[in-house]
Every structure is written in structure tokens, then in C-alpha cells.
């Protein structure tokens, strides 16, 4: 060791005088003021957002259809009317006219966004004279988006994650796409297969599809060897990615005539009639097809790059597709890159004319959503897939930016926060609860296992104040199906909020002991230790307060659990957080290892994909993202074995009707608010759709 | 240079990394998560999951799995990212250079700051700029990096558009040659004073209390005595001895720098290897953590060394033992 002879420093010269640190507890005292007058009115400031969200959607559904038709809509409702929707969420038009904000007077021109005026009545809001004049298109230039997450090598037909699909869709194709209100239009099929055109035969259990000619992969060679999209590729595409590694898509696996899921020898009905003809074959009807084909759940890849049964390694690394942009280097070792930026360039022969318009794309990660934001703002990305709640009101006050709502998201659809009961006995895979159960089933919850308590937690929890929580941005859900769904229902009667009511179940239910305080926080006994209680026995005040548990997998839903932490606690229930961290909730939740758990469930387009998964007995599994409660319940169960296979919309509502229904009864998971997402994009830059991963197909930017 | 002083200076850098190594290998082991469940997103069964796991070798025992990584690292091979699916040593080169770039230029604004802030503030004690840089180092010294940060951010950045807020370079315009050392320059100047800020506070105070020491000194005295001007003493003999702690902290502080640059890395977007930890961590990432912590462990062991090397280059007193 090195020994210094160097001179000490005098002691008394070492470190910082009180005076000194008097100046440090001044200026954190100072910095603390700021943050408490900056936070206080939140609740003010996030009515405000929700109306300038709904004023920037209008704003965009009216350009689009500025874009689509020549002209602008005459009003509101001619946005939602005809076969083209442009206004995803019709409820928006109700909250035009009297949302807070409105600063000029009922139809006098000065209330609305610049050009914009505010109408009386439900016309709402005017765009002005002149489409098409502040928006015109302009061929070639880049395009910035700020992604949320790294770079993922994996393409989007292997997963489900929001990160890849969020990088990676621009550059394929499904066979139908969904437009704005989730309708089917034609993408690389040339017609919507209908029972009137004869696309849709015996009962619905065969699925034609005709194809676009003149589609060709990437990697086609005009002087060479040509690479045109095929029905081979289809079938591929399905039987040895789709229904092997797509995590929702495969789910239709089992209703496929022939299907055969052992290892190396995938094989489904889906029948090459012709080169350009596919035809999917299934046992028995199945309704959620054309929901299912689009370019997040059934992107397509190309056959003629693989053979025989390639890895999911294999598979991951491909990157070669139809969509509007593609790689310049697709053989680089590491494809599609501009240094620690993600790259692709226009494909020059797509198969939509004049799209796409932009020259690249460059796809920054910045998965700090701060640096997100200010780096929208700053005008260095051009676009944003997410403007996180917080920072909505403050986007939308910059006039360099605007903003899109859409249910859309990167993993899927149509979200709903959730917060779930474990209605089984806490490590129990296999419990029940609500009507007729298999045999030998164990026992349900001791505590939550009361339909009684779930009631009464259910109408503890204020769901307008977890909306104000999230700054207003969505609505509360007032049934378990998203109201973006056709089978949504507005008749069935969730319970509401009433802690008068959860306060009489509660004592009903026997928790009419009298209350433990702990920190001067009231406490209800739980049975989990008390085994007394399970048994109908009375019950014991040893002093000693008990909670029930809660698992979170995202720090993002901290504040809307705080809200439930608070209903509970008013009622007299103590919450008690087990876990934060995704990775950690996932090893919680596979075990079943809780009793609540608060979860962001994106629904998709149709029942059967996303809705299906949390509240069907075959999907109590060791699974995520599965039914977490461990609801059973035949009359449930009924609903989705013959909705899937239900065509008719008329009867396919009944069912699903039925099954809402049940639900409102047994009460296993209270659907709390539908989460929209708010896109952000660079004011100089027009004709997104962001309402898919191919939302730059006809986007272009004045610089 | 005492070449055997070297050579047992660096032997002892091995069994401190490979403890390290060992720590973090044990300690991520034990953290809760799973790479493969962050891979393989929703809807994976468990065989589905396993096979995964086997396939990126996540199966086999901890201490077989910590015997194979070692032995690859000692061939230099530190594995493939799990989430990225590319080497990580090609990973690690590909931040490297942005890392080096911030911190280098953090320390050299710091140390050039504080000699010259320091100086000033010796020349005349307890005056009206010694307080003021008193206080404003303090305040400086007691601000947290990311927050510094966002606010220089909203007040400068968003206000005035001088500076970019994200980045290594502008991703729209990919320029080149002179053009694009510029452009690195632009970007460069908010994450590198901002993570010079509490260097440059904590220096200054060392360099100012080092001068006031020395120019009370016999050899000082003398130096007036025989009618050098002020500056000259002070920049000539003065500072050079009141320099000596200041090495000795510089080189201790690369750790500190390093920390530094995660934050301010993720605040600013600046793709260097405080982000790709940052990244890798939420991942799951495991074989670019370990790769990270054993690079910046590393890093500041090699950093001490030379630090005592320069110390005693610097100050003939200081003898290699």
C-alpha cells in the first residue's frame, strides 16, 4: 500500500458549519413548498386534461375524415355514423359541450382549439372552413418516435409484448385490419368474408379469404427472384408461429379442424385453395375470427425464408415483411439500426398507392417517460405511443404538440383496470366460487370466499374518485366488458358505491366485532388467522390487527390504488402490499400466494380474446394473465363455450349479456375504469391513425 | 515507477473483482423475477416457460451455472443478452464510448472549475465571493443529480430550444464530419454540466480550503519574501500542493461519477451504459447486469490505482511501498 506523508488538514476546517446547514434545510424546505403548491389541485387540473383530450380527439377524428372524404363533417354525429367510424368513443360528443374549460361563450367562436368553435347543443365542436388547407401532405422526410422500450429482436407474430409490437408492426400486414371503432376492413385479403358474399359458409365454420395480387415481401427482387405474398404464407404463418408462440392468437388453436400442437408436427386446417385463396377450417362455428387477424394478432411472415419447423430463435430474428416500411439492411448482423436508434425506410413498393409518404422512421428508445415527454416537446421525436396521465394536461398546453386518444395499446386493446378477490383459499390453484362447482373442489377464500364481503368491499370503492386518480383520462366501467365492445351491456346492475351498504354487509357477513384501531387506522379481522371466523364461529379480539394483502405489478397504478387503500380503510379494511415489482407479483400470482390484486386487463376486440382468459374455469391456471380469481361458474363458462361459436350479433349479446350478468351477482373482481391510451405527436406532422401498429402508413411532417 | 509496486497492485484487483463477481451472481440469483417471464410477455404455459429456460441454460444449478459464467468470462466471453439476443460485449462496446464521453468531460469541467473557482474564492477569505460560492457550492453539492436535471430541463432546454433534451445525437438529421462532432457537442452540454454540478461543488470547497492551508506557509512567505507576484505564487507553488488531496479525491469519485451518470443517463436518454443497466435491470437481463457491475467495479479499482500512482508522481513524499 501506498503510505502518504502528505500534510492533514486542520479538523476544524473539515466539513460544513451550522450556518451551512441551516442554508440546506432552508432550500429542501423551499423545494418541498414548490412541490406541494405544484401538487395540490391535481384533481382540478385533470377535468381540465380529460376536456382538452376530448377536444384533441375530436380535433383528430375530424382531420381524418378531413383526409378520408375532402371535407369536414357537418357535425359531430356525422363522425360516427356510415360504415367508417372516425370517433372510437361516441360518449365524447356528450362530454364536448359541457366539459370544464370552456372559456368563450356557447357558440361565439372563442371556447374551442385554435380554428375550432364551441357549438350549442350536441353539435358540439365546429372545425373550421377549409379541409384539407392546414394539413397538407408532403412526400419524403423522417419521422422520430420515442419508444418506451429497448429495442426487442423479437418480430411481432412470437409475442405478445407491447414494446415489440410497438417497434416492429410498421412493417408487416394481417389479412384484415380494424379500423377506429374496431370494425373489419380489407388489408391483405381483398374482401371482409361475409355469409352475404360467401367468404363465411357452413354456419361459420369455414373462413375464405381471397388475396391481394401484387403484394411482395421485402426481400423481392423485381430484376431477380420475385417474393409475392402468398396463401402458403398464411398457413405458415399460422401453424408455425402464430398458434405455437403468439400468446393470444394460439388461443384459437383448438378450435381449428386437425389441429395438432405436438412438437415438429403443427398442422391446422388451413387450406391452401390457390395462390391467392385461403380457407380456415374450424370444428364448429367460430364468431371472434375476423377480430383476430390483424397486424398485432396475426402478423404475416414469410414462408419461402424457412423449412421445415423453424425455432423460436429462427423465427424472431426475421424481419422481413409486407408492411409500409421495412429495413435497409435486412442481412446486417444486426438489422434495422442507425446506430442505438431503431431504423426503417419506406418500402417503395408497397402495395397501397402513394403510402407510405415518409422517406424512414427512426425509433429512439427512451424508456424514461419524462425524457419522453420533454423530448416531444422540444419537437426532437415526432411521435409518442403513450403520454403518460401526469403530464397530459401539460402536452396539451404546448402548442408545438397534439394529442390522440385511442383504446388502442401496443399488447392489445380495450384495458380496463381490474382489481380481483382471490376467491379461493390463498395457494389453492384449483377453488371455486358462485354456482355449481366441479367435484371435489376446496375450499374458497375465508374471507373473500363471502360473496358478502366482496359485495361490500365493491361498494366501498369510490370508482369515480379512481378515475380522478388517473386525472380523469378514460371513464368508469360500469360492466365487465369494455363499452368499445358490441357486447358490452349498460343494463346489468354493478353495485355501486355505498359504504353505508358495504358497512350493513359487512356486519351481516358477521365482521360486527368491534373495530381494532393500529396508527388510528380501523381494522377488520380477517379469517386468514382467525380460522374461527371460517367456520361461522364468533369472533376473537386478541388485539392484534390484521390486513389483507394486495400484489401490484406496476408503480403506475400507485396512486388509483391508493384511492381503494382509502375506501377500504373507511370501512374498515386494512390493505397490506405484498408486492410491487412485475417479476415478484408474477411469482405472487402464479401461486395464488394473495387475496386482492390490482391489474390492467387489456380486453381486445372481442370476448373471446381478451375477457375470456380472466373469467373462465379452464383458465384457472399457473398462468399470468389467466383467471386470477379462480372464478368457476357454469352459467359463465356456457356463455363463452357458445358465444365462440355464436355468429348472430343479436344472440352473441344475449350470451355475453348472461355472463355480465352472473358476474354482477358473484361479484369476483371489480372492473374499476376504462383506460385509454393518449398518443402524442409533433404539431407540424398529420395523418396518423393511432389506432394501429401501422400508424405511420400515411402519416407525413411539414418541416 | 516501481514496477513490482504495480504488479502487486493489480494482483490484488483480481480477487476483489472475482468476489464482486461472485457477490452479484449470488445476490441476482436471489432477487425476485425471472428473465424468461419478461421474455416470453403473457400467455406462456409452464412447459412453454421451461423449455425457454433450458434453452438459455436458466435450469441447471446456481452454482454450476456461476461455475460456467465464470469461466467464460475468463475467456472473455460474457455471454448474450437474454432480452437482445446479441453479445454482450458488443452491447457493452456500443455504450462505452457515450460513458466515457459524459463522465470524462464531467471530470474534466469539474476539476477545471473548482481550481478556478477555488482560486478565486482563496484570494480574499470570508468575502462577498467566497460566501457566494460558498453557498452556492453547498447548494449545488446538496441538489440530487436527476432532479437537477429535470429542472434544467423545463428552464432552459424547453424555454429557450438551445439545447436537445435527449440523446447522443439528433436522431432526424444524421449528420457527419465536423457536423456531427458538433451535434454530439450540443447534446453533450446539459448531462455533463449537470453531472458536474456536485463535483464542481465538492472540489471547489477542497481546492479553496487547500490554498488557504499553503498560503500560510513558510515557502510561501518566502516566495513574497523574495518578490514573486501573487498569482505566481499561488499557481506555481501554492497550488500544486493544495492540488494534492484533490487527486487523491478525483480518483475515488470515478465510482461516484459513474453512479452519477446512471441517473442523469436516464434523465437525458444518453445511450451509454447507465441506461443499457437501467435497461437490462427491468429486463431481467442478467448476463449485461453482471457484465455492467463487473465492468464499473472494475473501473474503479483500476481507477484508485492510478490515482495513488499519480499521487506519488505528484507529491515526491509519497513513496511506493
Not at chain 1, 171 to 178: D, R, S, T
Not at chain 1, 259 to 277: E, K, R
Not at chain 2, 71 to 83: A, R, T, Y
Amino acid at each position: 500500500m501506498t503510505k502518504r506523508r502528505t500534510t492533514r488538514l486542520h479538523k476544524d476546517e473539515d466539513g460544513f458549519t451550522l450556518i451551512e446547514l441551516l442554508v440546506v434545510i432552508i432550500i429542501l424546505g423551499v423545494l418541498s413548498g414548490v412541490v406541494v403548491f405544484a401538487v395540490r389541485g391535481a384533481g382540478d387540473k385533470g377535468a381540465a386534461a380529460a376536456y382538452a383530450t376530448d377536444v384533441q380527439t375530436l380535433r383528430t377524428a375530424q382531420e381524418a375524415f378531413c383526409a378520408e372524404k375532402g371535407f369536414y363533417a357537418a357535425d359531430n354525429q356525422q363522425l360516427v355514423t356510415g360504415d367508417k367510424k372516425f370517433l372510437s368513443e361516441p360518449s365524447t360528443l356528450n362530454r364536448i359541450v359541457t366539459g370544464p374549460g370552456i372559456t368563450g361563450a356557447c357558440g361565439d367562436g372563442n371556447g374551442g382549439p385554435s380554428g375550432y368553435r364551441i357549438e350549442c347543443g350536441a353539435n358540439g365542436m365546429k372545425p373550421p372552413a377549409g379541409c384539407g388547407t392546414g394539413g397538407a401532405t408532403v412526400r419524403g422526410g423522417t419521422l422520430v418516435v420515442g419508444e418506451s422500450g429497448t429495442i426487442p429482436t423479437s418480430n411481432p407474430a412470437t409475442t405478445t409484448g407491447g414494446g415489440n409490437h410497438a417497434y416492429w408492426e410498421i412493417m408487416y400486414n394481417g389479412l384484415i385490419a380494424l379500423d377506429g371503432a374496431g370494425n373489419p376492413v380489407p388489408e391483405l385479403a381483398t374482401t371482409v368474408p361475409t355469409v352475404a358474399n360467401g367468404g363465411i359458409s357452413d354456419g361459420g365454420r369455414i373462413y375464405r379469404f381471397t388475396l391481394r395480387d401484387e403484394v411482395y415481401w421485402h426481400d423481392d427482387n423485381p430484376a431477380g427472384v420475385r417474393r409475392k405474398f402468398s396463401a402458403t404464407d398464411v398457413k405458415f404463418t399460422f401453424e408455425k408461429a402464430l398458434l405455437v408462440h403468439h400468446g393470444r392468437t394460439k388461443n384459437m388453436a383448438p378450435f381449428l379442424a386437425s389441429w395438432d400442437s405436438s412438437p415438429f408436427a403443427q398442422v391446422a386446417s388451413i387450406d391452401v385453395i390457390d395462390p391467392l385463396t385461403v380457407q380456415f377450417r374450424f370444428t364448429n362455428p367460430y364468431a371472434p375470427l375476423l377480430k383476430q387477424l390483424n397486424v398485432t394478432e396475426a402478423p404475416m411472415l414469410p414462408a419461402h425464408r424457412y423449412t421445415g419447423n423453424p425455432s423460436l430463435a429462427t423465427l424472431t430474428s426475421n424481419v422481413i415483411g409486407t408492411g409500409p416500411f421495412k429495413c435497409a439492411d435486412p442481412t446486417a448482423a444486426v438489422p434495422c439500426r442507425s446506430g442505438t436508434d431503431a431504423k426503417v425506410v419506406r418500402n417503395g413498393t408497397y402495395f397501397r398507392p402513394g403510402k407510405p409518404l415518409l422517406d424512414e422512421i427512426i425509433m429512439r428508445p427512451l424508456t424514461d417517460a419524462t425524457a419522453r415527454k420533454n423530448a416531444l416537446r422540444n419537437g426532437e421525436v415526432d411521435w409518442v405511443w403513450d403520454v403518460p396521465e401526469q403530464f397530459v394536461a401539460e402536452v396539451q398546453a404546448d402548442t408545438r404538440v397534439r394529442t390522440a386518444s385511442t383504446q388502442s395499446l401496443g399488447g392489445g386493446p380495450n384495458s380496463i383496470d381490474t382489481f380481483i378477490f382471490n376467491n379461493t383459499a390463498p395457494g389453492d390453484r384449483n377453488g371455486q366460487i358462485g354456482g355449481p362447482a366441479p367435484a371435489g373442489t376446496p375450499a374458497p377464500h375465508p374471507v373473500l370466499g363471502d360473496v358478502n364481503v366482496r359485495k361490500a368491499l365493491f361498494q366501498a370503492i369510490n370508482r369515480p374518485a379512481v378515475l380522478a386518480a388517473r386525472f380523469g383520462i378514460g371513464k368508469v366501467a360500469i360492466a365487465p366488458i369494455s363499452s368499445e365492445l358490441p357486447q358490452h351491456a349498460t343494463d346489468i346492475n354493478l353495485p355501486a358505491f355505498d359504504t353505508t351498504a358495504a358497512d350493513n354487509l359487512l356486519n351481516a357477513a358477521g365482521w360486527n366485532g368491534p373495530r381494532i384501531t393500529a396508527n388510528g387506522v380501523p381494522n377488520i379481522r380477517t379469517a386468514l388467522n382467525h380460522p374461527q371466523k371460517a367456520t361461522g364461529g364468533p369472533r376473537v379480539a386478541d388485539g392484534q390487527p390484521l390486513t389483507i394483502d394486495f400484489i401490484i405489478g406496476n408503480t403506475n397504478f400507485d396512486a388509483r390504488m391508493a384511492v381503494i387503500d382509502a375506501n377500504l380503510a373507511a370501512v374498515g379494511v386494512d390493505l397490506n402490499r405484498l408486492a410491487s415489482d412485475p417479476d415478484a407479483t408474477n411469482k405472487v400470482f402464479i401461486n395464488r400466494a394473495f387475496d386482492t390484486h390490482f391489474i390492467n386487463l387489456a380486453q381486445g376486440y372481442d370476448p373471446q380474446i381478451g375477457i375470456r382468459r380472466s373469467y373462465h374455469t379452464d383458465q384457472v391456471t399457473a398462468t399470468t394473465f389467466t383467471n386470477a380469481a379462480g372464478y368457476k361458474n357454469t352459467t359463465v363458462d356456457n356463455a363463452f363455450d357458445q358465444g365462440v361459436r355464436t355468429l348472430d350479433p343479436a344472440a352473441r349479446f344475449g350470451l355475453y349479456r348472461q355472463f355480465q350478468a352472473q358476474v354482477a351477482t358473484d361479484v369476483p373482481m371489480v372492473p374499476l375504469i376504462e383506460t385509454p391510451n393518449v398518443r402524442g405527436f409533433n404539431a407540424k406532422c398529420t395523418g396518423f391513425m393511432e389506432y394501429t401498429g401501422l400508424f405511420a402508413e400515411g402519416a407525413s411532417c411539414q418541416r | 515507477m516501481n514496477l513490482g509496486y504495480l504488479g502487486r497492485r493489480l494482483l490484488q484487483v483480481v480477487p476483489v473483482v472475482a468476489g464482486i463477481l461472485v457477490l452479484t451472481f449470488v445476490l441476482i440469483q436471489i432477487a425476485p423475477g425471472d428473465p424468461i417471464d419478461a421474455l416470453a410477455s403473457e400467455g406462456g404455459s409452464e412447459a412453454y416457460l421451461d423449455g425457454l429456460r433450458a434453452d438459455y441454460g436458466l435450469d441447471r444449478p446456481i452454482p454450476q451455472q456461476l461455475g460456467t459464467y465464470a469461466g467464460n468470462v475468463l475467456q472473455g466471453d460474457l455471454g448474450v443478452s437474454i432480452n437482445k439476443g446479441l453479445p454482450v460485449s458488443a452491447l457493452v462496446r456500443s455504450r462505452l464510448q457515450p460513458t466515457l464521453l459524459l463522465t470524462t468531460t464531467a471530470l474534466v469541467i469539474s476539476t477545471l472549475g473548482a481550481l478556478v473557482l477555488g482560486q478565486l474564492a482563496a484570494r480574499r477569505p470570508f468575502g462577498l465571493f467566497d460566501l457566494l460560492l460558498n453557498s452556492a457550492t453547498l447548494v449545488l453539492y446538496a441538489l440530487p443529480a436527476f432532479w437537477l436535471a429535470q429542472i434544467v430541463i423545463l428552464t432552459v432546454a424547453l424555454r429557450t430550444g438551445w439545447f436537445p433534451v435527449q440523446g447522443f445525437t439528433d436522431a432526424r438529421n444524421q449528420l457527419t464530419g465536423v457536423d456531427h462532432l458538433l451535434d454530439i457537442g450540443r447534446h453533450l452540454v446539459l448531462p455533463s454540466l449537470v453531472l458536474a454540478a456536485s463535483e464542481v461543488a465538492l472540489l471547489a470547497r477542497i481546492t479553496r480550503t487547500g490554498l488557504l492551508q499553503e498560503v500560510g506557509r513558510d515557502y510561501v512567505r518566502t516566495a513574497r519574501a523574495k518578490g514573486l507576484d501573487e498569482p505566481r505564487i499561488v499557481s506555481h507553488h501554492a497550488l500544486r500542493n493544495a492540488a494534492l488531496p484533490m487527486i487523491a479525491i478525483v480518483g475515488s469519485r470515478v465510482g461516484f461519477l459513474l453512479s452519477g451518470a446512471v441517473l442523469v443517463e436516464t434523465v437525458f436518454a444518453w445511450p451509454g451504459l447507465g441506461t443499457l443497466l437501467v435497461e437490462s435491470a427491468r429486463a431481467q437481463d442478467h448476463p449485461v447486469v453482471l457484465a455492467l457491475v463487473l465492468l464499473v467495479s472494475a473501473s474503479v479499482v483500476l481507477a484508485n490505482l492510478v490515482t495513488d500512482l499519480i499521487s506519488a508522481w505528484a507529491d515526491p513524499r509519497v513513496r511506493y511501498r
